[in-house]
């Protein structure tokens, strides 16, 4: 029941922009940190960018510094990636990713399927 869909996803010349959504259901989504990853091929997966619940803390990889914009929008449980300056390096497929510790400390986490950028002239 629990499902995470990423949407949004092209191709796209280098320098352009583009806005992944995710939208998450079956959970309650305030109470998870939402988090975005990719994982291009011949590389492994990496922490694009991340946004915790409450507070509201955020996170990015050094190598999308100032491109990119994590936010999240909990009365439509969904978390966005405004994507500008595209470069071919970012190629990739971009992942979802809910998480939050149970009683005993462990980490549950869901994940979407993923959604293909593609950046090429």
């Known amino acids: 029941q629990v499902q995470l869909v990423e949407s949004g996803g092209d191709l796209v010349q280098p320098g352009g922009s583009l806005r992944l959504s995710c939208v998450g259901s079956?959970?309650?989504?305030?109470?998870?940190?939402m988090s975005w990853y990719r994982h291009a091929p011949g590389k492994e997966r990496e922490l694009v960018a991340g946004?915790?619940?409450?507070?509201?803390?955020?996170n990015y990889a050094d190598s999308v510094k100032g491109r990119f914009t994590i936010s999240r929008d909990d009365s439509k449980s969904t978390v966005y990636l405004q994507m500008n300056s595209l470069k071919p390096e970012d190629t990739a497929i971009y992942l979802c990713?809910?998480?939050?510790?149970?009683?005993?400390?462990?980490?549950?986490?869901?994940w979407g399927q993923g959604t293909q950028v593609t950046v090429s002239s």
């Open positions: 946004y915790t619940n409450g507070g509201g803390s955020l």
């Open positions: 079956g959970f309650t989504f305030s109470n998870y940190a």
């Open positions: 990713n809910a998480w939050v510790k149970d009683y005993t400390f462990r980490i549950l986490s869901y």
